[in-house]
């Protein structure tokens, strides 16, 4: 397994979700309320800091891996899914916003794989949508996880929300991007490629 500075990061940001985590299920007396959410921002903010400072200093090194490619965006959706099931635990988003954002990670994650395999990964890859969605997104969660007003006038429990809300919209509006643009790959594709009785999965 390939080990350098880009690669560290990206398992130090693995290693900081049940930090982030566990910050809302310490004895009462630990930390208040606030300061909890104060800690898990704090977290979620330093482990998309070293989503960005990873992705630079492989390019920068000239240390891009194959495993670091695949263990990157591994850890982007284990956060965000983290930390979307933590909302919901807390009552700050529902089940159905964080179903729809980590159900359409995992299809078009697969999606991607499958296009690749196919020798067609540019036809999925990364829109202006999914960009935007992907802002809205974190700045959304660290705004739920501190739920406090910010500068005494932001209500940042409410802005979140609707950021979410909107992460949510251009999800899916990205998934039937992707979908569309994959469609005439998976019209060709025979069914013999497929084989029925490959034994279990």
Same mark, same amino acid.
């Given at each position: 397994? &390939?080990?350098?500075?880009?690669?560290? /990061?990206?398992?130090?940001?693995?290693?900081?979700? &049940?930090?982030?985590?566990?910050?809302?299920? /310490?004895?009462?007396?630990?930390?208040?309320? $606030?300061?909890?959410?104060?800690? *898990? =921002?704090?977290?979620?903010?330093?482990?998309?800091? =070293?989503?960005?400072?990873?992705? $630079?200093? *492989?390019? %920068?090194?000239?240390?891009?891996?194959?495993?670091? *490619?695949?263990?990157? &965006?591994?850890?982007?959706?284990?956060?965000?899914?983290?930390?979307?099931?933590?909302?919901?635990?807390?009552?700050? =988003?529902?089940?159905?916003? !964080?179903?729809?954002?980590?159900? %359409?990670?995992?299809?078009?994650?697969?999606?991607?794989?499958?296009?690749?395999?196919?020798?067609?990964?540019?036809?999925? !890859?990364?829109?202006?949508?999914?960009?935007?969605?992907?802002?809205?997104?974190?700045?959304?969660?660290?705004?739920?996880?501190? !739920?406090? &007003?910010?500068?005494?006038?932001?209500?940042?429990?409410?802005?979140?929300?609707?950021?979410?809300?909107?992460?949510?919209?251009?999800?899916?509006?990205?998934?039937? $991007?992707?979908? %569309?643009?994959?469609?005439?790959?998976?019209?060709? %594709?025979?069914?013999?490629?497929?084989?029925?009785?490959?034994?279990?999965?």
């Amino acid at each position: 397994m &390939p080990f350098n500075i880009p690669i560290l /990061l990206t398992w130090l940001r693995m290693a900081l979700i &049940p930090l982030m985590v566990g910050v809302f299920f /310490l004895p009462g007396h630990w930390l208040t309320p $606030y300061e909890q959410g104060v800690a *898990a =921002t704090v977290i979620f903010v330093i482990a998309a800091i =070293t989503d960005w400072f990873d992705g $630079y200093l *492989a390019r %920068r090194w000239n240390e891009t891996t194959s495993f670091g *490619a695949f263990l990157d &965006p591994v850890a982007d959706k284990l956060i965000v899914a983290g930390a979307l099931l933590l909302l919901v635990q807390l009552g700050r =988003t529902n089940s159905v916003i !964080a179903f729809i954002i980590v159900g %359409r990670e995992i299809a078009i994650t697969a999606l991607r794989e499958w296009m690749a395999q196919m020798g067609a990964s540019k036809s999925v !890859a990364v829109s202006s949508i999914g960009k935007i969605k992907t802002a809205a997104q974190m700045v959304a969660i660290p705004m739920l996880l501190y !739920a406090y &007003p910010l500068f005494g006038v932001i209500d940042t429990l409410f802005v979140g929300q609707r950021l979410l809300d909107l992460a949510a919209v251009l999800t899916l509006w990205s998934m039937f $991007y992707y979908l %569309r643009k994959a469609w005439p790959l998976i019209k060709e %594709r025979p069914e013999t490629d497929h084989p029925a009785n490959d034994g279990p999965a």
